[in-house]
């Protein structure tokens, strides 16, 4: 089991920048990966970014170039740094943790870019 709390949602202005954080309950280095997805009204979730035990990353292309995810093993926390924000980043940000089959996720945190 792994509880995620997310945390640094809010209200930016297009072009700002946010960095979210997802706290996990067990070592982050027990975690096979860990990722960010985001959902907005309306519309399914999607992944934003990803990185695994090992430290590869993944990002779309919507996203590529702006957002960055990072993890600090000692503090088991992984980040999400967004930057250049534009209005259809608007959603609800979730963290998620998978463990072998098993996926685990936050409660999300909500961000708004403004334009």
């Known amino acids: 089991q792994v509880q995620l709390v997310e945390s640094g949602g809010g209200l930016v202005q297009a072009g700002g920048s946010l960095r979210l954080s997802c706290v996990t309950s067990r070592s982050i280095r027990s975690i096979d990966a860990m990722a960010w997805y985001r959902q907005a009204p309306g519309k399914q979730r999607e992944l934003v970014a990803a990185?695994?035990?090992?430290?590869?990353?993944n990002y779309p292309n919507s996203v590529k170039g702006r957002f960055t995810i990072s993890r600090d093993n000692a503090k088991n926390t992984v980040y999400l740094q967004m930057i250049s924000l534009k209005s259809e980043d608007t959603a609800v940000y979730y963290c998620?943790?998978?463990?072998?089959?098993?996926?685990?996720w936050g409660q999300g945190t909500q961000v708004t870019v403004s334009s």
């Open positions: 998620n943790g998978r463990v072998g089959l098993d996926n685990y």
């Open positions: 990185i695994t035990r090992g430290g590869s990353t």
